[in-house]
């Protein structure tokens, strides 16, 4: 499976963002999705999943209930979004993709797409 995120751009503080991440390939419906991001300077961190049927979602404790998820297996798009958003946020936003199960480490997924750039604004 391919992947490709997009969506990112420029927001101010307290804003929202939509992130798609869209997927080529066959039997995407059997992968989990995964969402990671790099900050600036900084390692990268485990943002969220969503199983491959999309009745399970798990997020980072910093999220604190600003971000959800959700997928269309038949479109092969999941998406990403995200409100309240800080400038601590600004990063690099990268889907991943892995099949057997969910995980929140970045080395359990198979396949990752090209990020997208978060910048909030203050």
């Known amino acids: 499976v391919q992947l490709q995120a997009s969506g990112g751009g420029l927001v101010q503080v307290g804003g929202s963002l939509r992130l798609s991440c869209a997927a080529s390939g066959s039997s995407f419906s059997t992968y989990s999705v995964g969402w990671f991001r790099q900050g600036p300077g900084k390692e990268r961190e485990f943002v969220g999943y969503?199983?491959?049927?999309?009745?399970?979602?798990s997020y980072a404790s910093w999220v604190k209930g600003r971000f959800s998820f959700a997928r269309d297996n038949d479109k092969r798009m999941v998406y990403l979004q995200m409100s309240s958003l800080k400038p601590e946020d600004t990063a690099v936003y990268s889907c991943a993709a892995k099949t057997w199960g969910v995980g929140i480490e970045a080395e359990e997924y198979h396949y990752w797409g090209q990020g997208t750039l978060v910048t909030v604004s203050s």
């Open positions: 969503i199983s491959a049927s999309g009745l399970s979602t």
